[in-house]
């Protein structure tokens, strides 16, 4: 194992390697429910948490905790607990750090799952959330409550790639007495790491770039010991939206290629967003790499790169925007994105159609807007692609 001085890429590769007596060079997938114990009193120590060792699948598995050191290594924390998805880890924020009758103030930018969680889900149990313009930091402050327990924020947002800034957010969150999330989704730790911008947790859809080849469902919440581990572990041990080590394995050895596949999106998406910028029947690209992106200086700051997400708004609305879809012959016409292969996807109509018209609107998610997830093929195979959906139109 490498100290944690070690440079990314190496951490990426090296941390939380944890050999069997067999010394296996690649990581060993620990498919197993259940563990052997010595005697009875052995299981009753395990049973009591007196004794560290594997247990129970739902709680502990030798594979899941690999991924979890690398993962806590690559985003700087003190620890990680891994999900069966990026919603159950979201989830499991909630349910192991608040109360019925508290609140939260979360972005009105969010993955559109989250804003159903936050909004019909967690309403129902007696959590309430008031959704805030996440660029403006007096609506930040102004929602803030004395219950307020949690600051929920994606940045870039998806699809409109707005940033907030983190450091700004994080003194608001201590000024509250309330704790900042980050979604680090889109960014991932190459190009982001938000708890040196302030951040308290930071959760992840580990489905996305971490897996980075669009095979697995996995989640992770970061954060301090304190704050995390027991209750998050608690949380699993009682609820159970556990991690496979299947996938966990699958997470694991994607993260030892994290870096160079961030670096080949964001080169890539930023070739393909000039390229739209400059295209008759585009009125306007949204990607955090470009110069004309509003908050291009923060990215410079508070991002190493622009990342892989590029959306734009056709010259129409719904029925150009889909026509354009559907002339793509490349591009996979799937609401996935942090694949291999690039995606293109409808936002008005897929991911955040379950919104109302009225909600769409106000975030600025119109009829005519498409969002690319610019996958690892050469990037003037994506832009052929795309004209032959923008020229259809
Ligand atoms: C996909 C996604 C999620 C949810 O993750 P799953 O692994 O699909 O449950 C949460 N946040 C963001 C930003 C996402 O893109």
């Known amino acids: 194992m490498s100290g944690s001085n070690s440079a990314f890429e190496t951490l990426a590769v090296r941390v939380g390697v944890a050999r069997s007596q067999f010394q296996e060079h690649g990581e060993a997938m620990y498919l197993t429910s259940s563990f052997v114990f010595d ?12 004794d560290e060792g594997m247990v129970y ?5 030798p594979t899941v905790q690999m991924l979890e050191t690398r993962l806590a290594a690559l985003e700087g924390a003190e620890c990680c607990v891994a999900t069966a998805s990026g919603m159950s880890a979201i989830l499991g924020v909630v349910m192991s750090l608040m109360q019925a009758g508290e609140h939260v103030v979360a972005s009105r930018s969010l993955f559109g799952a989250t804003v159903q969680l936050f909004n019909g889900v967690l309403k129902r149990f007696g959590i309430e959330t008031t959704f805030v313009e996440p660029t403006r930091p007096e609506q930040w402050l102004s929602a803030v409550r004395p219950n307020t327990r949690l600051l929920f924020v994606e940045t870039p947002s998806n699809p409109l790639t707005e940033l907030v800034d983190i ?24 190009l982001q790491r938000p708890l040196e911008h302030g951040a308290d947790i930071i959760v992840h859809s580990a489905t996305k770039y971490l897996d980075g080849q669009g095979r697995v469902l996995g989640g992770a919440v970061l954060g301090r010991k304190e704050v995390i581990q027991a209750p998050m572990t ?18 694991l050895k994607g993260l030892e290629t994290l870096k160079l596949r961030m ?12 390229w739209l910028e400059q295209h008759p ?14 908050q291009h200086d923060l990215a410079k700051r508070q991002q190493s790169t622009g990342g892989g997400i590029v959306s734009f708004e056709v010259d129409g609305g719904r029925d150009e925007a889909w026509k354009v879809i559907d002339a793509t012959q490349m591009i996979s016409i799937t609401a996935n994105l942090g694949d291999a292969k690039s995606t293109i996807t409808h936002p008005a109509s897929t991911t955040h159609g379950r919104l109302s018209p009225e909600v769409r609107e106000s975030a600025g998610i119109t009829e005519g807007l498409v969002r690319i997830s610019v996958g690892l093929e050469a990037a003037e195979d994506i832009t052929a692609d795309l004209e032959l959906g923008l020229s259809s139109i």
């Open 263 to 274: 670096q080949a999106h964001s080169k890539s998406a930023l070739d393909v967003a000039r």
């Open 167 to 190: 450091a700004e957010l994080s003194a608001i969150a201590r000024q509250s007495g309330a704790l900042l999330v980050v979604d680090n989704c889109f960014c991932t730790p190459a």
């Open 281 to 294: 029947r585009v009125t306007r690209v949204y990607y955090p790499g470009l110069a004309s992106h509003p």
């Open 234 to 251: 608690s949380f699993l041990r009682s609820a159970g939206p556990t991690l496979s080590p299947f996938n966990a394995w699958v997470i």
């Open 57 to 61: 699948s739902r709680y502990t598995n």
């Open 39 to 50: 005697d009875a009193a052995q299981a009753a120590q395990r049973f009591s948490g007196e």
